[in-house]
């Protein structure tokens, strides 16, 4: 069992920035590709950044050059550093991993970005 546990969301105004944080516990295979999503009201859950185990990255479009996923696997934490936050990146954000066939899910956490 793996549990995902959440911070750093708030209330940010444009231009800002925020650092998510989502530290993972319990049994924790060494192959895992963590991420976060984001899902906006009305609107389908998207995926916003990845990282795998080799710390290997990928973005949605949207994102590119504001937003950076990293990892510190001593801690078994993933971050997601927001820059340059706009109000479309208003959205309850969530953690995820993918590891041994499962997939986990954090609680999820409010941003939101006032113009």
């Known amino acids: 069992q793996v549990q995902l546990v959440e911070s750093g969301g708030g209330l940010v105004q444009a231009g800002g920035s925020l650092r998510l944080s989502c530290a993972a516990s319990?049994?924790?295979?060494?192959?895992?590709?963590m991420g976060w999503y984001r899902q906006a009201p009305g609107k389908q859950r998207e995926l916003v950044a990845t990282?795998?185990?080799?710390?290997?990255?990928d973005y949605v479009d949207s994102v590119k050059g504001r937003f950076t996923i990293s990892r510190d696997s001593a801690k078994n934490t993933v971050y997601l550093q927001m820059n340059s936050l706009k109000p479309e990146d208003t959205a309850v954000y969530y953690c995820?991993?993918?590891?041994?066939?499962?997939?986990?899910w954090g609680q999820g956490t409010q941003v939101t970005v006032s113009s």
């Open positions: 319990g049994s924790i295979f060494r192959l895992n590709t």
């Open positions: 990282i795998t185990s080799i710390s290997s990255t």
């Open positions: 995820q991993m993918r590891t041994m066939g499962l997939v986990y």
